[in-house]
């Protein structure tokens, strides 16, 4: 079965410094998302991207923050100036589009920030 | 505002007996409910999910859930308990026009004992 794949498993980086998650989402999947799960506490969303564009955003989606698909199987997610508080798992999903199909998640990249 | 209430933090069940994860949402018009299960290390797995029609929806690994719309509440459950049910479980719930995003539950550990 076609999964989401994301690298690394696990980040460690400097605050301050840039990072950035990669995923390949399932290949005829047109709708891609980012999410967050800071520890104990629940699953966010962040972004919804279709056609090279952010389709949805939420209110943790700030400027630091970019997505992009530069190629035609890789989605990323850029954090500008990583702070202590954006150390958190985070979760890249990807669907056909249906409203009525779920997402599919991948394992998750841990972001850890000293 | 849109929240997904799932009330147990663990729930504790002997293998083979039944086992019943709780959910309630509140979401305006008809929502889309979903259920996740997570296990270690791993990102999170779709179970089943409820569209329209019949109000009880059967998922993976013999799962089902009861959709029931005066209590706005979709139940996982599962008649008999594997010891390998062991895992983290979290409802889910978008609304059916409008939005991608899923909004998740707190999540439930499951523990089922030998």
């Known amino acids: 079965e076609p999964e989401v794949t994301q690298t690394p498993s696990h980040q460690v980086t400097q605050m301050g410094q840039e990072v950035i998650l990669r995923c390949v989402p399932i290949s005829n999947h047109l709708y891609f998302y980012w999410y967050r799960q800071i520890l104990g506490q629940k699953v966010e969303f962040l972004v919804s991207f279709y056609n090279n564009e952010i389709s949805e955003k939420s209110e943790i989606f700030d400027d630091q923050f970019s997505v992009e698909r530069p190629d035609g199987s890789n989605f990323t997610l850029k954090i500008r100036s990583t702070k202590l508080e954006d150390s958190a798992m985070y979760f890249c999903?990807?669907?056909?589009?249906?409203?009525?199909?779920?997402?599919?998640f991948g394992d998750g990249t841990r972001l850890s920030i000293l | 505002a849109q929240s997904v209430a799932q009330p147990e933090d663990q729930v504790n069940v002997a293998e083979g007996n039944p086992l019943t994860v709780k959910c309630t949402y509140s979401?305006?018009?008809?929502?889309?409910l979903f259920w996740y299960v997570q296990y270690p290390n791993r990102g999170l797995q779709f179970l089943l999910k409820y569209i329209t029609g019949d109000n009880l929806v059967k998922g993976s690994y013999g799962f089902e859930a009861e959709f029931n719309k005066s209590q706005t509440s979709f139940h996982l459950k599962k008649p008999s308990a594997l010891v390998s049910d062991s895992a983290l479980y979290f409802c889910?719930?978008?609304?059916?026009?409008?939005?991608?995003?899923?909004?998740f539950g707190t999540g439930t550990r499951l523990q089922v004992f030998p």
């Open positions: 979401v305006s018009g008809n929502p889309y």
């Open positions: 889910a719930v978008k609304k059916s026009y409008n939005t991608d995003k899923l909004i």
């Open positions: 999903a990807s669907s056909t589009g249906d409203s009525n199909q779920p997402q599919h």
